[in-house]
């Protein structure tokens, strides 16, 4: 058992322990209360500003509204007066308006009633004057007429034949100096295309190599040119022969590029064909080049002096179409100067009123319309038109200058050897077996061959068959038969021929 002193101070111990956690517990408490209190302020604080500072938002809104209200009503009271003001105009308008038309209403009838009383004064002196001379105002008219017409009728007569004999004379004298002297300074002879061409070969030997074996150097030549070769004419020279002189000196050139190579195979030929398109090319463009030269007509598009140009490789009767308007160009200018019309559209219509033939053959139309459209695509002035296109008389003449290019023409083309007609029209039945094969689908070329006994169609592989080539070659004939008159027979060579090509590298 424990001492009472022990018990005591154990008692007395936990007592004072218990105070002091009971004082500690009372502090912590205070320091919470204390706390809290703190917070409760710094949150009241913190709303009041924000209370403060919405209230001056809202005042500063309040009043910015306010003073947009009152531009806006002042803004609406400045519009409904402008719109009163204009209110006001209208109306002092109308009525001004209104007067006129009365006034204007006035005046009308007033000089209607003036328009009757000068009528019916008319009616009565016209009756007066039919009372006094016992005559109708048509019997008097008839009756003054007929007097005049015998006392002056004879004297007319003379003096209109007169001067119509005088006239006529004079017209006509000036007529033919005005045509004798543009006849003499520009009537030469000029030499008109042929249908072959000649290539001088340097020996006997070139002819087998350019024949190849069994013959197939000549039919690649025939067929990438359309052009025959004809061998065995002479031992000195090649002969070419086509009605198309541009295919026909495409072909000189090629064969003459060959036989200066002396590679002789078709994929040469092939080769050599294709440089030869690109100098003739050339060659038509110094053709037009030059005719314009000649022809003194300046300011014409590139494009149009390489058309122009085609005009040296095509003939009409015989005649070189290119030189036959330039011929046309010089008389046009002569005659324009002795009547006194413009000589540089007299010049340049003259130049141009052939250049439809040219792509007369591709184009549908006769080479009038498809001149114009040529013109009217480089920008041609409408006064060289309307002088080219009367030439035959398809379009009225409008201006002197058509009249003249008409007599210019007729001058250029009807003197003595300046065409043959004859040639003409085999040429254009050669044009015309062509036509036929290549405005069907899948033909991608045709040429006319031997004189027109032959021609030869090139199809594309991927469009036509062999079989639809068969059909094709009998509709070609069919269509030769039904649309052409020729001698003898026309035979049709179809080629469907593929290539194929690769590189080893």
């Not at 005659?335 to 439809?356: C, K, M, N, P, Y």
């Amino acid at each position: 058992m424990l001492p009472i002193e022990t018990i005591t101070a154990l008692f007395v111990g936990l007592v004072s322990g218990y105070w002091i956690y009971h004082l500690y517990l009372n502090s912590k408490k205070n320091s919470l209360e204390l706390w809290l209190k703190e917070n409760e302020l710094e949150a009241e604080k913190k709303a009041l500003s924000i209370i403060e500072a919405a209230e001056k938002k809202s005042k500063t809104i309040t009043t910015e509204v306010e003073a947009e209200k009152k531009r806006q009503e002042q803004r609406l009271e400045q519009k409904e007066e402008h719109l009163s003001k204009r209110e006001d105009f209208l109306d002092n308008k109308q009525q001004e308006v209104d007067e006129q038309k009365k006034n204007i209403a006035s005046k009308i009838e007033e000089i209607r009633n003036i328009r009757n009383q000068l009528n019916e004064r008319s009616q009565k002196i016209d009756q007066e004057l039919e009372r006094v001379v016992s005559l109708s105002k048509e019997e008097a008219y008839q009756k003054l007429i007929t007097s005049i017409k015998q006392e002056r009728e004879n004297d007319l007569k003379v003096l209109l034949n007169k001067l119509d004999d005088a006239n006529h004379n004079q017209y006509k004298e000036v007529a033919k100096n005005l045509l004798l002297a543009a006849i003499h300074r520009v009537g030469n002879s000029l030499p008109s295309d042929v249908m072959t061409s000649c290539v001088d070969i340097a020996s006997v030997d070139l002819k087998g190599k350019i024949i190849g074996k069994e013959g197939r150097n000549i039919k690649a030549f025939e067929r990438a040119t359309g052009v025959d070769l004809l061998i065995d004419e002479s031992p000195d020279y090649i002969v070419l022969s086509s009605f198309d002189p541009i295919r026909r000196e495409i072909a000189k050139v090629a064969l003459g590029s060959l036989l200066e190579d002396g590679r002789i195979q078709p994929s040469r030929i092939e080769e050599k064909v294709k440089e030869a398109r690109i100098q003739v090319s050339k060659t038509v463009k110094e053709m037009g080049e030059k005719a314009a030269y000649e022809a003194k007509v300046t300011n014409l598009h590139p494009d149009l002096l390489s058309i122009l140009g085609r005009l040296h490789f095509r003939t009409s009767y015989g005649q070189n179409v290119l030189w036959h308007s330039v011929e046309m160009a010089h008389l046009a200018s002569i005659i324009a100067e002795e009547i006194g019309a413009d000589v540089t559209i007299a010049r340049a219509g003259a130049l141009l009123h052939d250049i439809g033939k040219s792509v007369s053959h591709e184009v549908p139309g006769t080479h009038v319309e498809i001149g114009i459209k040529i013109l009217e695509k480089y920008n041609v002035s409408n006064s060289v038109i309307l002088a080219m296109r009367a030439h035959h008389e398809e379009y009225p003449y409008e201006t002197p200058e058509s009249i003249i290019v008409q007599v210019a023409d007729a001058i250029s083309g009807s003197r003595p050897g300046a065409r043959r007609d004859s040639l003409e029209r085999y040429i254009k039945r050669l044009s015309e077996l062509e036509n036929i094969a290549t405005r069907l689908e899948g033909v991608e070329k045709a040429f006319a061959l031997s004189a027109g006994r032959e021609i030869r169609v090139m199809i594309n592989p991927v469009v036509l068959n062999d079989f639809e080539a068969n059909e094709l070659a009998r509709k070609i004939a069919t269509d030769i038969e039904a649309e052409l008159r020729y001698p003898g027979e026309i035979k049709v060579h179809v080629i469907r021929e593929t290539r194929v090509i690769s590189y080893a590298r």
